[in-house]
């Protein structure tokens, strides 16, 4: 097992991820991503096409695969995440579009993907949205977006039963 799996399978990870699905179960139900690859970008990306990209969602998650069906580790833990917190978010697949897999490296000047938008700006990939997730930054920078992360949610409603 990849040391990002076993980070994101830790039993604080694993019980928020349960007490959320247990509480959410619209979560498992229905997609929060929308994939926006049907209308894929032309073969050359300019930066306006990338800069209309990265704000057509509050987030938005340049990776390789789908959410669905991601085709490298660092995508899937990026997908987990956003998972966890509930997000909704664009996906876009790079492995669909070769120039916007090259394009989106140069727009950032960061050079692996998945790469992470929130509000338009750059986050960074993996490591940072690791990073955020376990430290709850997270939170805090989907907050002032306005997206409540479904794992404060649960943990809310879990301090109010207690009262």
């Given at each position: ?18 007490t959320t699905m247990r509480t959410m179960p619209a979560l498992v139900a229905s997609p929060r991503w929308y994939s926006a690859d049907a209308a894929a970008p032309p073969a050359a990306v300019d930066k306006e096409t990338l800069d209309k990209l990265v704000r057509t969602n509050k ?105």
């Amino acid at each position: 097992m990849n040391k990002i799996c076993q980070i994101l399978l830790r039993p604080s990870l694993a019980n928020n991820l349960a007490t959320t699905m247990r509480t959410m179960p619209a979560l498992v139900a229905s997609p929060r991503w929308y994939s926006a690859d049907a209308a894929a970008p032309p073969a050359a990306v300019d930066k306006e096409t990338l800069d209309k990209l990265v704000r057509t969602n509050k987030v938005v998650v340049f990776m390789k695969g789908n959410p669905q069906a991601p085709r490298c580790g660092f995508s899937n833990a990026v997908v987990q995440i956003m998972r966890m917190h509930g997000v909704q978010y664009d996906a876009h697949d790079v492995l669909q579009n070769e120039a916007l897999r090259q394009g989106i490296k140069e727009y950032t000047d960061w050079p692996t993907i998945p790469q992470v938008f929130i509000n338009g700006e750059f986050v960074g990939g993996c490591d940072i949205m690791m990073q955020m997730h376990q430290s709850g930054d997270l939170i805090e920078e989907l907050k002032k977006v306005g997206i409540t992360s479904e794992l404060l949610k649960a943990e809310e409603a879990k301090d109010a039963t207690k009262k």
